[in-house]
């Protein structure tokens, strides 16, 4: 499996982005696309996730520093993700990487449970 990541930019504080990501290869019936990011000098960390069961019923997790800011979704059919970012702050400028969990349909916010990495894709977010 492969995913790919895109939209990453420079945006002024209070703007927004569209993040994709696009897995290639087989995600199982059940699975969780989900986001994560590492600022400079700081450790990685969850942002969102959303997962689609066998009977492609969805479920989404969110970090609460993106709540109501972030949204997620997806296109089943296309095996994607999108993080619709708003109201963007300086604090979110981080490479934003996405991921991927084949185990099932968790939305975990742990890393230990995605097998599968994209490249990053970088957000900046001046003040």
């Known amino acids: 499996v492969q995913l790919q990541a895109s939209g990453g930019g420079l945006v002024q504080a209070g703007g927004s982005l569209r993040l994709s990501c696009a897995a290639s290869?087989?995600?199982?019936?059940?699975?969780?696309l989900g986001w994560f990011r590492q600022a400079p000098g700081k450790e990685r960390e969850f942002v969102a996730a959303m997962s689609r069961s066998v009977r492609s019923l969805v479920r989404t997790n969110y970090a609460d520093s993106v709540k109501g800011r972030f949204t997620i979704s997806g296109d089943d059919v296309k095996s994607s993700v999108y993080l619709q970012m708003n109201s963007l702050k300086p604090e979110d400028t981080a490479v934003y990487y996405c991921?991927?969990?084949?185990?099932?349909?968790?939305?975990?916010?742990?890393?230990?449970?995605?097998?599968?990495w994209g490249q990053g894709t970088q957000v900046t977010v001046s003040s």
């Open positions: 991921a991927l969990d084949t185990s099932g349909w968790v939305a975990s916010s742990g890393q230990d449970r995605y097998r599968y």
């Open positions: 290869g087989r995600t199982g019936s059940s699975y969780t």
